[in-house]
């Protein structure tokens, strides 16, 4: 039920952000700011109950809402996979962050790498786009896409920065507590069936 409510208020949002943008009568513009306030009150009950970043994550938006972007890096070292501690929880996820403005996909993942790893790498190739609210266990609060680049390292030493406590190298066997809303076990076990077969096209959706 809380995702329905969650879907609910994504198209609310979505739908008033639209109609503020591009409505010129008064009377029609005042509705569509009670859309958007109705909107944030749905999501503001919900189990994402931090209204000031949610208020603040929509009154800023303007014309139409699309989704967020992030980006997530992917480095295997002989066998075996880069994963960096998150401080926020403790648990472990592929290295990554929002995708910058004036940054591309691939610039985005060098410089997470580097920020929360401590190493320097090189971007590959695009291994998947996801679509989080298929593929997470957990509900997030807006739509948001996932990118996962291959990256190769070639520099630097492993480390922590200001989000990260620290980096290190996992076995598939071997996987750490995740950190869910950021990795998933499923997606990192599709990273593993592709370095097992690196022909294999890209995910997506």
Same mark, same amino acid.
């Given at each position: 039920?809380?995702?329905? $409510?969650?879907?609910?208020?994504?198209?609310?949002?979505? =739908?008033?952000?639209?109609?503020?943008?591009? !409505?010129?009568?008064?009377?029609?513009?005042?509705?569509?700011?009670?859309?958007?306030?109705?909107?944030?009150?749905?999501?503001? +009950? !919900?189990?994402?109950?931090?209204?000031?970043?949610? @208020? #603040?994550?929509?009154?800023?938006?303007?014309? /139409? =809402? @699309?989704?967020?972007? &992030?980006?997530?890096?992917? =480095?295997?070292?002989?066998?075996?996979?880069?994963?960096?501690?998150?401080?926020?929880?403790?648990? *472990? &996820?592929?290295?990554?962050? *929002?995708?910058?403005?004036?940054?591309?996909?691939?610039?985005?993942?060098?410089?997470?790498?580097?920020?929360?790893?401590?190493?320097? &790498? &090189?971007?590959?190739?695009?291994?998947?786009?996801?679509?989080? /609210?298929?593929?997470?266990?957990?509900?997030?609060?807006?739509?948001?896409?996932?990118?996962?680049?291959?990256?190769?390292?070639?520099?630097?030493?492993?480390?922590? +920065?200001?989000?990260?406590?620290?980096?290190?190298?996992? @076995?598939?066997?071997?996987?750490?507590?995740? !950190?869910? !809303?950021? #990795?998933? /076990? @499923?997606?990192?076990?599709?990273?593993?069936? $592709?370095?097992?077969?690196?022909?294999?096209?890209?995910?997506?959706?």
């Amino acid at each position: 039920m809380e995702n329905k $409510w969650l879907k609910w208020a994504d198209r609310l949002q979505a =739908i008033s952000q639209a109609g503020l943008a591009h !409505s010129k009568d008064v009377y029609n513009l005042e509705r569509f700011e009670q859309l958007r306030e109705l909107g944030l009150e749905m999501l503001n +009950g !919900s189990v994402f109950a931090e209204s000031e970043k949610i @208020t #603040t994550l929509f009154a800023d938006a303007t014309g /139409r =809402i @699309t989704p967020k972007v &992030a980006v997530r890096a992917v =480095i295997f070292n002989e066998g075996k996979l880069l994963l960096v501690r998150e401080r926020t929880d403790g648990n *472990w &996820a592929l290295p990554g962050g *929002w995708a910058d403005i004036g940054l591309s996909p691939a610039e985005v993942a060098v410089k997470e790498i580097k920020e929360e790893s401590g190493f320097d &790498a &090189a971007p590959v190739r695009l291994l998947g786009l996801l679509d989080k /609210r298929l593929h997470y266990p957990l509900p997030a609060p807006y739509p948001e896409y996932v990118l996962f680049i291959l990256c190769e390292i070639v520099g630097g030493e492993a480390g922590g +920065g200001l989000e990260t406590s620290e980096a290190r190298f996992f @076995t598939e066997n071997g996987l750490p507590a995740l !950190s869910e !809303s950021r #990795t998933t /076990r @499923t997606q990192l076990q599709t990273l593993f069936a $592709w370095l097992r077969e690196p022909d294999k096209e890209a995910v997506f959706d």
